[in-house]
């Protein structure tokens, strides 16, 4: 019987990632909370409400991370709870942060600190959110005080999640507040995000000589259905460059693709110590000139395996694909989120499986990935999903705030733990994935 094991690199970390309005509860200042007061907004009426309850009792879960062995955690600073007011700054908010990076320290977890995740101060959305220049000083006024506050616990930080997500779900889609559909806003959008990132990049690395400072990007692969049709190419291609090559383009190659501008980004080239990578799924396109914005309409094969609550195509081999597009920066990569929807735990154990399996071929290749941090640790608030999308490892009631390991957490417990996957985990949990992993 072979026996093989799949080992990762001696530092590799392991961990979880978590964005504040998703878990901590009662974030009543910012714009997401506004938006769920309006009816039709969120999946089934749902609202953030309490969430996990992370800001009285992270630590209760910092525990659990600690007892799966995790190393790393991702979280985010919630601005509107720092910045209460144009400048108004909340110290008390900034203690109860800095009592949670002292908890993970306790625990021996690395904290992974986002400046910026989704949610904004309603008096920024108040004077026109990110689409407003003034947005930029803004930025970098409230990261100065959280890298001065928090500069003492952590090193690693993450200016900005998703900027393309945050520009095409808000703007194009119109899906998250603030609910427009306006494609020259959205590409107005992701330039000052991206110049917020250039900006916030910088002054880090004034504050902190130790800083290490990267941006959260979500890769997502558009692919033409008929890859013989021009047309569906095209479109596919069109939708690629807007949302996967961009901000890479600017904030690395100092270039502004076309709609967010033109030719060189000024002062924004090579603003990255690494890239994040956050891979979920791909989408096949075909040519449809009804289909609005970039004339792609999504498809799915009929013997595409689906993800729960219409998440998208089952598709780990894009990790791998997302992980060697990256390597051409030549910069150390964070696997900042990958995960899946799945309530019942019936596709996770093998999701994990296989996007681990993937991320180890792409070190064999020399890919320099540093972590994986797994989308999420406990069910949480999921945006425009409300609480119909259960990413958690760790299931939860948000009656009454219990929580139940599910089975993934302990393979993926295990997995960090032994820093491999092993044949054990594999008959345990995925019989069904022996003959690709471990082929006779
Ligand atoms: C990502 C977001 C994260 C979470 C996951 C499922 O796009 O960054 O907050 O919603 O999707």
Same mark, same amino acid.
């Given at each position: 019987?072979?026996?093989a094991?799949?080992?990762?690199?001696p530092?590799?970390?392991?961990?979880v990632?978590?964005? &504040?309005?998703q878990v901590e509860?009662d974030?009543k200042r910012?714009?997401?909370w506004?938006? !769920?007061?309006? +009816? $039709?907004? =969120?999946?089934?009426g749902?609202?953030s409400?309490?969430?996990?309850?992370?800001?009285?009792n992270?630590e209760?879960?910092?525990?659990y991370?600690? &007892?799966?062995?995790?190393?790393?955690l991702?979280?985010?600073?919630?601005w509107s709870r720092? !910045?209460v007011? +144009? $400048?108004e =700054?909340?110290?008390?908010?900034?203690?109860?942060y800095?009592e949670m990076?002292q908890?993970?320290?306790?625990?021996?977890?690395?904290?992974?600190v986002?400046?910026h995740?989704?949610?904004?101060p309603?008096?920024?959305a108040?004077?026109?959110?990110w689409?407003? +220049?003034a947005v =930029?000083?803004?930025?970098s006024?409230y990261?100065?005080?959280?890298v001065?506050a928090?500069?003492e616990f952590?090193?690693?930080?993450?200016?900005l999640?998703?900027?393309?997500?945050?520009?095409?779900l808000?703007y194009?889609?119109?899906?998250?507040?603030?609910?427009?559909?306006? =494609?020259k806003?959205?590409a107005?959008?992701?330039?000052?995000?991206l110049?917020?990132?250039?900006a916030?990049y910088?002054?880090?690395?004034?504050?902190?000589?130790?800083?290490?400072?990267?941006l959260?990007?979500?890769?997502?692969?558009?692919?033409p259905v008929?890859?013989?049709?021009?047309?569906?190419?095209?479109?596919?291609?069109?939708?690629d460059?807007?949302?996967?090559?961009?901000?890479?383009?600017?904030i690395?190659?100092?270039i502004w693709?076309p709609?967010?501008?033109?030719?060189?980004?000024f002062g924004m080239?090579?603003t990255l110590?690494?890239?994040?990578l956050?891979?979920?799924?791909r989408d096949?396109?075909a040519?449809d000139?009804?289909?609005?914005?970039?004339y792609?309409?999504?498809e799915?094969?009929p013997?595409a395996?689906l993800?729960?609550?219409?998440?998208?195509?089952?598709?780990?081999e894009?990790?791998a694909r997302?992980?060697?597009?990256?390597?051409?920066l030549?910069?150390?990569?964070?696997?900042?989120?990958?995960g899946i929807p799945d309530t019942d735990?019936?596709?996770?154990?093998?999701?994990l499986?296989?996007?681990l399996?993937?991320?180890w071929r792409?070190?064999?290749?020399?890919?320099?990935?540093?972590?994986?941090?797994?989308?999420?640790?406990?069910?949480?608030?999921?945006w425009?999903e409300?609480?119909t999308l259960p990413?958690?490892?760790?299931e939860?009631?948000?009656?009454?705030q219990?929580?139940k390991?599910?089975?993934s957490?302990d393979l993926?417990a295990?997995?960090a733990?032994?820093?491999?996957?092993?044949?054990e985990?594999?008959d345990?949990?995925a019989?069904?994935?022996?003959?690709?992993?471990?082929?006779?």
């Amino acid at each position: 019987m072979p026996y093989a094991i799949y080992h990762f690199p001696p530092n590799f970390r392991w961990g979880v990632a978590t964005a &504040s309005h998703q878990v901590e509860g009662d974030n009543k200042r910012n714009q997401w909370w506004n938006w !769920e007061q309006q +009816p $039709g907004r =969120i999946a089934e009426g749902h609202r953030s409400g309490l969430a996990c309850n992370w800001w009285q009792n992270a630590e209760a879960d910092f525990d659990y991370a600690m &007892s799966m062995g995790l190393t790393s955690l991702r979280l985010s600073i919630e601005w509107s709870r720092v !910045e209460v007011a +144009p $400048g108004e =700054i909340d110290t008390t908010a900034l203690d109860r942060y800095r009592e949670m990076l002292q908890a993970l320290k306790d625990r021996g977890i690395t904290p992974m600190v986002t400046l910026h995740h989704f949610s904004d101060p309603l008096w920024l959305a108040q004077k026109g959110g990110w689409s407003n +220049p003034a947005v =930029i000083s803004y930025f970098s006024h409230y990261v100065e005080q959280v890298v001065q506050a928090l500069g003492e616990f952590a090193t690693c930080w993450c200016t900005l999640n998703e900027p393309n997500v945050y520009a095409s779900l808000g703007y194009i889609r119109g899906v998250f507040p603030p609910g427009e559909q306006n =494609i020259k806003k959205a590409a107005l959008v992701l330039r000052h995000m991206l110049q917020a990132h250039a900006a916030a990049y910088k002054l880090i690395h004034r504050l902190q000589a130790a800083a290490s400072v990267g941006l959260a990007h979500n890769i997502r692969f558009f692919d033409p259905v008929n890859p013989r049709s021009p047309r569906d190419r095209m479109v596919a291609r069109i939708q690629d460059l807007w949302f996967n090559r961009t901000t890479t383009a600017a904030i690395w190659n100092g270039i502004w693709l076309p709609p967010v501008g033109y030719g060189p980004a000024f002062g924004m080239r090579h603003t990255l110590d690494w890239i994040g990578l956050n891979y979920y799924t791909r989408d096949l396109i075909a040519y449809d000139k009804n289909a609005g914005p970039g004339y792609g309409r999504v498809e799915r094969t009929p013997d595409a395996e689906l993800m729960d609550g219409g998440y998208g195509e089952f598709y780990p081999e894009g990790l791998a694909r997302a992980l060697r597009r990256l390597a051409r920066l030549g910069i150390p990569i964070h696997i900042t989120e990958n995960g899946i929807p799945d309530t019942d735990d019936d596709q996770r154990p093998r999701a994990l499986l296989l996007h681990l399996y993937h991320l180890w071929r792409a070190l064999q290749g020399n890919i320099p990935v540093q972590s994986y941090h797994h989308w999420t640790l406990v069910d949480n608030f999921e945006w425009a999903e409300g609480w119909t999308l259960p990413f958690g490892l760790i299931e939860m009631d948000l009656r009454t705030q219990k929580r139940k390991s599910r089975p993934s957490a302990d393979l993926y417990a295990a997995i960090a733990r032994g820093n491999a996957i092993t044949p054990e985990l594999i008959d345990a949990y995925a019989p069904e994935l022996r003959p690709l992993l471990l082929p006779v």
